[in-house]
């Protein structure tokens, strides 16, 4: 089964826009200011290769031709790079780099729209949200 890679990758590639958005969501207060704490560590980069990654599994799960294909990896690779730069950009300002991810995450959807047709968007769709729910359970038992 195919599945796991699917999910798998794809994480790698939204780990950092669900976690920002998660925080905020739980509406989770900031340290206190009267107190010196250290700031917290930058995001890890996201590897180039979890495009490629996602892109095989993508390719094999969406049954994607092979212009598709050469597409779906420029616009994940794209995607990765822009990830990398807001993390660099912003640092520990997180209000920030979640306006950017969430516009990073806005472009890339729709090109991915254009790219796909209307099934494999869907079929696309409906695991990114089964990916989701799988992560937020993951966060909610505890486990990671």
């Known amino acids: 089964m195919r599945s ?3 999910f798998l990758a794809l994480a ?3 780990a950092t826009t669900f976690s920002c958005a998660r925080r905020k969501k739980a509406n989770i207060p900031n340290a206190p200011t009267t107190t010196a704490a250290p700031a917290p560590a930058p ?3 996201v590897e180039r290769r979890a495009a490629r990654d996602l892109t095989d599994v993508m390719t094999d799960e969406l049954k994607l031709l092979p212009d598709q294909q050469v597409k779906v990896r420029a616009i994940l ?4 790079e822009q990830v990398n730069d807001a993390q660099k950009k912003h ?3 997180r209000t920030a780099l979640m306006t950017d991810l969430k ?3 806005a472009r890339s959807e729709g090109q991915l729209k254009q790219v796909l047709t209307p099934t494999q968007y869907q079929q696309y769709q ?3 949200r089964a990916m989701q729910a799988e992560m937020q359970s993951r966060k909610s038992s505890g486990g990671r």
Do not use: E, R, W
């Not at 690779?77 to 990765?80: E, L």
């Open 126 to 128: 409906t695991k990114k």
């Open 103 to 105: 516009a990073i995450n």
């Open 12 to 14: 790698l590639l939204m």
């Open 43 to 45: 995001a890890a980069p």
């Open 91 to 93: 640092g520990a300002d």
């Open 77 to 80: 690779t794209s995607t990765v």
């Open 4 to 6: 796991a890679p699917f």
